[in-house]
C-alpha cells in the first residue's frame, strides 16, 4: 500500500512540475508572441468559419499530425509561432537574417525544423521528413497560404 501512495505523490508532483513549467513557458513567450505577432496585440484575428473555409485538406492534416498543438492560425500564442498572415511576410530568424515566409520556407521547416528556426521559440519540433506524404506536405503549404 506504501508503494502505492509513494508512486501516486510522485506522479501528482510530476504533473505540478510539468503544469509549472508549462505555465513559465507560455508566460515567457507570450510577450515575444504578442512583439513579432500584430493579431496578437490587437486581438484581431479571422473568423472561425473563414479559418475552416480555407483548405479543407490542408485543416485535416494540420490537426491529424498535431501542428495545432504548437501553431495557431488565429494569431493566438501558442509554443511555436501562429501562421496567421505570416505568409507572404518577410520573418526574422533566430541569427538576425530575414527569410521569406514563402512556400519552400514552409516546407523546409516542416522537414528540417532547426535549419532556419524563429527567435523567441523553443526548438522543439521535430521533424515530420518521412511522416508526412508529398500530397500531405502540399495540403499544408496551402493550407497555410489560405491563412494570410
Do not use: W
Not at 62 to 67: I, L, Y
Not at 104 to 115: K, T, V
Not at 125 to 143: Q, W
Amino acid at each position: 500500500m506504501k508503494t502505492v501512495v509513494s508512486t501516486n505523490r510522485m506522479f501528482l508532483g510530476s504533473m505540478v512540475l510539468v503544469v509549472a513549467v508549462t505555465a513559465a513557458l507560455v508566460a515567457a513567450v507570450l510577450p515575444l508572441a504578442r512583439a513579432h505577432h500584430p493579431a496578437i496585440a490587437t486581438g484581431v484575428a479571422p473568423p472561425i468559419a473563414q479559418v475552416r473555409g480555407h483548405g479543407p485538406a490542408g485543416a485535416r492534416v494540420f490537426v491529424a499530425k498535431g501542428c495545432n498543438a504548437c501553431h495557431s492560425v488565429d494569431g493566438s500564442p501558442r509554443v511555436g509561432p501562429s501562421l496567421y498572415r505570416d505568409f507572404g511576410t518577410t520573418v526574422t530568424l533566430d541569427t538576425g537574417a530575414t527569410v521569406a515566409m514563402d512556400e519552400g520556407y514552409i516546407r523546409e521547416s516542416i522537414l528540417d525544423p532547426r535549419a532556419k528556426a524563429r527567435p523567441g521559440y523553443p526548438a522543439v519540433m521535430p521533424s515530420f521528413a518521412g511522416l508526412v506524404k508529398p500530397r500531405e506536405l502540399d495540403a499544408l503549404v496551402a493550407y497555410i497560404e489560405s491563412l494570410r
